[in-house]
């Protein structure tokens, strides 16, 4: 069968189900698609085909959740004696011992790893420029960035490279390039999914989540992956919900809110008018919309770029060169090596994070900012807490503009996090969030609607994108590579 790459999850179950296909016909034509774009699009820093085959040849799961489905890896999720990097040369060579909870999760219900996707190095950034591996392409212009920083992963199920894929979100690193790339991307909420094997960039925001065709397909592998850990301390013991039984086209009774702060100054026009033509969808399936405030809104990036790259600047301490991954050449002493090592093996972005971080945490500046960024981001929790007391889910713009052209926000760094300013609420807040394709512009680029709901409430987010899914075609659009 022809165009197997093309196809959700879901479908393929049902043709291997009814003998139509098979996981060795699946996953060598992910790879005949893979090895004919991926010199367009460069979404894939580590083929995983012998490893994958040997999977799909000795597989006896064959009644898992995700048996015989190709799923793509970012690079910063661990898997044992396999290359993981997080796109920096600091971590060159560097294989991990273990595997991360989710490569435990996926392979346990027979999914076949199919490689590690590129990323902005250690997850900072918007647009996937700040690899050590250089850029991937966004599929549907190959002049554009594909969003990050889990813009391998976007790229490469928007270009049919793989069926599925994991990203990390912390501060809209999955629904920010879902958005760009015209598919479905997930944040669960924090605790949700373990997070033991990422490779931490903000260990208080970081969260792992699907990046899919579909909605129904983003229901089937949050459940695979999400539920308690006790090797993760902030993994939370709750019981997973059956996804699938949200995915309900009716809408009846449900309560919208649209929050005015993000509308304003700054939002492209076709963004806000597909946004709210998608509001206009949800609203004719039944739902009931009012408008909300959330007050605190302009101070998230603020917020956030003080609390992420504080603890990042903690988290990345680790990478000196002694325990693993780089160590630069011809220095005369550990401290040389230290400074040789950590200048040479991060790049620009990684280092100015670190600055960031690292002044915010002195003596003399953690009260002035650390301190007050976390009173803030409490604020801005209290204002979410509020609007659900009168909602049931929100629904907001994904990203202020379509994607833009590679380079064009490289040298402003202002520009560039400004990228994420629908994005990072959720992350502060720990709330779950979807984005799904709700229109294209004039030059044809993907526009993506978030919607938000309560912590753990990602039952709701699935109603609502299922439904407005099921309502609309913009979902079943593919880019021309």
Not at 66 to 72: E, K, M, S, T, W
Not at 239 to 261: H, M, Q, T
Not at 312 to 326: E, I, K, P, W
Request: charged fraction near 25%; charge should be neutral; aromatic fraction near 8%.
């Amino acid at each position: 069968m022809e165009n197997l790459h093309s196809l959700t999850a879901h479908k393929l179950k049902e043709l291997m189900a009814r003998g139509e296909t098979d996981p060795s016909a699946i996953l060598e034509g992910v790879f005949a698609r893979a090895e004919k774009v991926e010199p367009k699009v460069k979404a894939f820093v580590l083929s995983g085909k012998e490893r994958a085959r040997k999977a799909v040849a000795g597989t006896a799961r064959k009644n898992g959740k995700l048996a015989g489905i190709p799923v793509l890896l970012k690079d910063n999720l661990c898997v044992k004696g396999e290359a993981t990097t997080c796109g920096s040369k600091i971590l060159a060579g560097f294989k991990p011992p273990y595997d991360a909870t989710v490569v435990r999760k996926l392979e346990a219900e027979g999914a076949i790893l199919i490689g590690k996707a590129n990323m902005d190095e250690f997850a900072f950034g918007s647009s996937c420029e700040t690899s050590c591996y250089g850029p991937t392409k966004n599929p549907w212009d190959t002049a554009c960035i594909p969003g990050g920083s889990s813009g391998g992963s976007a790229a490469a199920v928007a270009a049919d490279e793989t069926i599925m894929a994991l990203g990390s979100d912390t501060g809209g690193s999955i629904r920010q390039p879902a958005a760009l790339c015209g598919v479905v991307g997930l944040k669960p909420t924090y605790g949700r999914v373990s997070r033991y094997g990422l490779i931490a960039f903000a260990s208080s925001l970081d969260q792992i989540g699907p990046i899919t065709k579909d909605v129904r397909d983003s229901a089937l592998l949050l459940s695979v992956i999400a539920g308690y850990d006790e090797m993760d301390s902030t993994s939370v013991d709750l019981p997973v919900p059956d996804y699938s039984n949200a995915l309900v086209e009716d809408l009846k009774g449900l309560r919208i809110g649209v929050p005015k702060e993000y509308f304003v100054k700054g939002i492209d026009g076709e963004v806000e008018a597909s946004v709210r033509a998608g509001i206009g969808v949800l609203k004719s399936l039944g739902a009931e919309v009012k408008e909300i405030s959330l007050p605190h809104t302009e101070y998230a990036v603020s917020t956030y770029y003080i609390v992420g790259p504080a603890e990042a600047s903690s988290n990345l301490a680790r990478f000196d060169g002694v325990q693993y991954g780089f160590r630069a050449a011809g220095a005369d002493d550990m401290i040389e090596m230290y400074i040789k090592t950590r200048s040479e093996g991060f790049g620009n972005e990684a280092k100015r994070r670190i600055l960031l971080g690292t002044y915010c945490l002195s003596t003399g500046y953690y009260d002035a900012y650390y301190l007050k960024a976390q009173k803030v981001r409490t604020k801005i929790r209290e204002d979410f807490d509020k609007a659900f007391s009168v909602c049931d889910c929100i629904v907001t713009p994904t990203s202020p503009t379509p994607a833009f052209k590679i380079g064009e926000r490289a040298s402003d760094p202002l520009s560039m996090y400004l990228s994420d300013v629908y994005t990072i609420p959720a992350n502060l807040a720990g709330l779950p969030a979807i984005s799904i394709p709700c229109g294209f512009s004039g030059s044809g680029l993907p526009i993506g609607m978030q919607v938000l709901a309560k912590p753990f409430d990602e039952e709701t987010i699935f109603r609502t994108a299922y439904a407005f899914e099921q309502g609309t075609e913009f979902h079943k659009r593919k880019p021309n590579l």
